[in-house]
């Protein structure tokens, strides 16, 4: 927040003094003459050639989500810590399948599915494992 200290000529807006000013600077990023579809989430956009001195966050005026300067975002750290904690349990929890994999997973999936459908293995008190399926399969 920032304080007029006298009248100011914006454009067709004036600000008057001792008037207090709030920049939006969320707005930075949903500027169309930006980024072209700025309110689509598209988080490639980043990767595009097109944006590479935008995506400099020191020195570009267009990449702000923490705010700049003496009133930089105290959180900003906890947020890229929080983002590290969540792609490490990502990356550690799950597996990332290529096209051949995924299909051999979805067959094995259905194919568990259909199964499970037809029988049941239900564990009786005995501790041994029983097979029952269903009437009229």
Not at 28 to 50: C, I, K, Q, S, T
Not at 52 to 57: G, L, M, Q, W
Not at 90 to 99: D, K, M, S
Request: proline share 5%; net charge positive.
């Amino acid at each position: 927040m920032r304080e007029a200290k006298e009248d100011i000529q914006y454009q067709d807006f004036v600000i008057p003094k001792e008037c207090f000013v709030v920049p939006f600077l969320s707005a930075v990023h949903l500027d169309e003459n930006v980024y072209n579809g700025a309110l689509n989430f598209n988080p490639w956009r980043w990767m595009e050639p097109e944006n590479e001195e935008k995506r400099n966050r020191r020195t570009s005026p267009f990449y702000a989500p923490f705010g700049g300067g003496a009133r930089f975002c105290p959180g900003a750290e906890l947020a890229r810590l929080q983002i590290a904690l969540f792609l490490r349990y990502f990356v550690t929890t799950y597996r990332l399948l290529n096209e051949v994999e995924k299909r051999q997973f979805q067959l094995r999936r259905s194919l568990r599915r259909l199964r499970t459908r037809c029988s049941r293995s239900v564990l009786s008190s005995s501790g041994t494992e029983e097979r029952c399926r269903q009437r009229g399969i």
